[in-house]
């Protein structure tokens, strides 16, 4: 209840009158789930109450704050604020804005305001993971603004996992979990079908390499609105040790492992018609680096075609396979801002900065880069509108895949926490040597065992939980049995 009494008596004495004024209108709405539509109780949803004084001057003046919970049909409801004081009413607009909403399980969605009256539908996005969770939260700093002066919204932070505001790169120990299991992944233990790829300095052709480690073939595709088949344009040319790239003269050409900025020299393996005697595919032509390459063309860096776009890269897991997936956050000039999922893992050589929104086709629609799909690492184009992707090769044939890979035990313990430890736990509970290197061997289905030894040198095999990650490794040698993480 406001007493106003007080405030009367005071403003008489100075010649005014303040009367008590509705600041903020109530808030209402229901929270469901974005795929099911079911209404979701118990969410907390925060709300904050704002005034200005018109649409000229944008400045905000914070009146107050709520937390709402919803009811099990999740419908939810806070109070407008009522206030005493000197208010320039009527010009003074005041407003009721949702500033996220907090479920277990659920990413955060994005502050938005309330119509005066109107009752607000918000629908929640089911969370891939903890990390997607809290990449979607953090998107929302007035969250963390909050949570220092609501106990409330700590507390449901807690529950959610979730007891500070993130970095804005995952850092610490998560990027540390992402990159140890990318280790086990098919990017980083799978070779081919495609070995390398490069972008002409106009953006309009893409070529890259098919083949083997020692040789390949070349093929070049004209990047168009509709994909068209690859041209095959040199044959079985020597590949070990060299990198794809483009000359000054739009001419494709294979560098050794000299320096860029060095002496060094290139083979050229193919020109565009007409190609000259001397350059003709295959025949290796030897010219001085320096001359033809500039270090920036080789950089696919695009800036020319990002179209005022500006572009970052996070990571998260793959809920599929608990492998990390690249998530490319996209800003237009207007403000607005999309997330595109890219598909499969990045595979084979990276581009100097090794994300594919370097790699923009001439029209600037499109991201170029390699990833592992269907089976094999393949040319990949992905619209930077929708992020719907399709392959530009037509290469067959599997990718050739490691089986085994030994890994230092502290790698492993951040890849698979919980996992190791129940590991360490069954080995502790047998007579095996506790300081022998072990092996965990992996069978089709995930099924999983341990060998290792015993003091007195015998092999021994133990059962173990199904591995959780979706790996072409079938044996894993883990150096020494330590402390992990």
Sequence with gaps: MVRVAPALAV?????????????????????????????????????????????????????????????????FEAPGLVQVGFQAWPWL??????????????????????????????????AESLLDQ?????????????????????????????EGPPSADLGGDDERTLTARAALGFGANCQGPIRDLALAPDGARVAFLAGGPSRADV??????????????????????????????????????????????FIDVVWAPNPAPAARSPG????????????????????????????????RDLEPATGLPRDLLHVTRPDGSSSTLPLPGETCAVRGRFGRPHYRITADGRFGLDLRFVEGGCHVVR?????????????????????????????????????????????????AVDPTSAYTLVIVPGAAASIETRTRAG????????????????????????????
Aim: glycine fraction near 8%; hydrophobic fraction near 40%; aromatic fraction near 4%.
């Design 458 to 485: 015998e092999r021994r095999s133990l059962p173990a939980r199904p591995f959780p990650i979706v790996t072409p490794l079938h044996r894993i040698h883990v150096s020494l049995v330590g402390r992990t993480p």
């Design 219 to 264: 093929f070049v595709n004209r990047l168009e609105p509709e994909i068209a088949a690859p041209e095959l344009v040199a044959r079985s040319v020597p590949t070990e040790g060299r990198e794809l790239l483009w000359t000054h003269a739009a001419e494709l050409a294979l560098r050794g492992s000299d320096r860029l900025d060095g002496p060094g």
């Design 11 to 75: 403003a008489a004495l100075l010649g005014c009158v303040p009367l008590p004024v509705r600041l903020a209108p109530d808030a209402r709405g229901v929270v469901v789930d974005a795929v099911s539509g079911a209404p979701l109780g118990r969410s907390l949803v925060l709300i904050r109450f704002e005034a200005r004084y018109d649409e000229v001057l944008p400045d905000r003046l914070a009146l107050g704050q709520r937390e709402a919970v919803s009811g099990r049909d999740g419908r």
């Design 134 to 162: 809290r990449a979607a939260c953090q998107e929302v700093p007035e969250l963390w603004e909050l949570a220092r002066t609501s106990a409330e919204v700590r507390r449901a932070l807690a529950r959610m996992g979730l």
């Design 283 to 314: 025949a290796g032509t030897r010219l001085d680096l320096p001359a033809l390459v500039d270090p920036d063309d080789r950089n696919d860096e695009g800036d020319a075609r990002w179209l005022g776009r500006s572009f970052s890269m996070t």
């Design 93 to 126: 607009r005041a407003q009721a804005r949702v500033v996220t909403v907090l479920r277990r399980g659920y990413r955060c969605p994005r502050p938005r305001e309330l119509g005066r009256g109107a009752a607000a539908r918000i629908a929640l996005q089911p």
């Design 382 to 430: 992905i619209d930077l509108d929708s992020g719907a992707w399709a392959r530009l090769d037509a290469v067959t044939g599997a990718a050739a895949c490691r089986e085994e890979r030994r890994i230092p035990p502290s790698q492993l313990g951040f890849a698979l926490r919980d996992y190791v430890r129940d590991v360490e736990q069954r080995l502790a509970s047998a």
